[in-house]
C-alpha cells in the first residue's frame, strides 16, 4: 500500500482546527486523520461503492468527531472519506500501469508529491495524468455527487451519475474545488421554500440544477432564500483556500 505522506498545509484546514479542538490534541487530530486515510484507501479499492464499510468503520475506532467536522460523511454503502477519491485512483492508476519503477517515477517527479496534503480540505494535489481514455462510467462517484446526496435534504435524491452530469459535476468543482463551499450551497437549496416547490409550477431543485454553471453563484447572492426568514440568509459558505 502506497504511503500517506502529510504537510503542514493540514494545519491550515478549519475542519481540521475544529478536530484538534474536540479531541483536545492536535497529535491525536493528526492520527486520526492518517487513520481515516489509511482505511478510507483501503476500502476504495475494495467497495463497490467506494466507501468504507459501517460495520468496518465502527471497528476502527475513529472518533466520530471525525464526521462530526465534516472530513467525511455517510455515502451509498458506508462512510465516505473525504479527498479519498483523486488519491486512491492515483493508486489505482499505478497499479494498471504495473511497474514499480514506474510508479516510483511518478512519485519522485518535481510538483507531483505523493499523497500530500491540499489546504483547501485534505484533497491530494492532483496528478497529471495522460488523457488516454476519457470515458467517464456512470458507476464512480465525485464529490459533488455525494454532497447533494447527503445535504439535499427533501430535495430528489440523485440516483445516477450519468457521464454527462460527471463531466459538468467536474467543471463545477474545478470552478470551487472546496467540500464546505458545496455543502453550504447545498445546505442553502435544501432551506429554500422556492426550491422545494412553493412556486408558481411546483417546481423543485435537483442535482441537474445544482450543476449549472451559474446555479451556485445564484445562491450566494440569496437568489432563492426565504425573505422571511432571515437565519437562513446567514447559512455559512466557506470558499476556502483556492489557490
Given at each position: 500500500m502506497a504511503r500517506i505522506n502529510v504537510d503542514d498545509a493540514i494545519y491550515r484546514d478549519p475542519r481540521f482546527f475544529d478536530l484538534c479542538i474536540k479531541l483536545g490534541n492536535r497529535f491525536l487530530a493528526l492520527g486520526v486523520c492518517v487513520a481515516a486515510w489509511d482505511l478510507g484507501q483501503k476500502w476504495y479499492?475494495?467497495?463497490?461503492?467506494?466507501?468504507?464499510?459501517?460495520?468496518?468503520?465502527?471497528k476502527s475506532g475513529i472518533p466520530q468527531g471525525f464526521l462530526e467536522v465534516g472530513l467525511g460523511f455517510p455515502g451509498e454503502g458506508g462512510i465516505h472519506v473525504c479527498g479519498i477519491d483523486r488519491y486512491a485512483q492515483w493508486i489505482e492508476k499505478c497499479k494498471i500501469a504495473g511497474a514499480h519503477g514506474r510508479a516510483k517515477q511518478l512519485e519522485n517527479s518535481p510538483g507531483v508529491p505523493q499523497g500530500t496534503l491540499d489546504p483547501s480540505g485534505l484533497l491530494p494535489l492532483p496528478l497529471p495524468l495522460k488523457k488516454k481514455n476519457t470515458t467517464l462510467s456512470s458507476e464512480t462517484t465525485h464529490p459533488i455527487f455525494e454532497i447533494w446526496n447527503y445535504h439535499r435534504g427533501t430535495l430528489p435524491r440523485c440516483k445516477t451519475l450519468s457521464s454527462g452530469r460527471k463531466r459538468t459535476a467536474i467543471s463545477r468543482w474545478k470552478e470551487?474545488?472546496?467540500e464546505e463551499y458545496w455543502s453550504g450551497i447545498v445546505k442553502r437549496l435544501a432551506a429554500s421554500e422556492f426550491c422545494n416547490g412553493k412556486n408558481n409550477r411546483s417546481w423543485r431543485a435537483d442535482f441537474d440544477f445544482l450543476i449549472k454553471p451559474d446555479t451556485h453563484a445564484r445562491v450566494i447572492e440569496g437568489k432563492y432564500d426565504d425573505r422571511s426568514q432571515s437565519s437562513i440568509n446567514t447559512i455559512p459558505i466557506d470558499l476556502g483556500d483556492l489557490t
Open positions: 479499492l475494495r467497495s463497490p461503492h467506494k466507501t468504507i464499510p459501517i460495520d468496518e468503520w465502527n470551487n474545488p472546496s
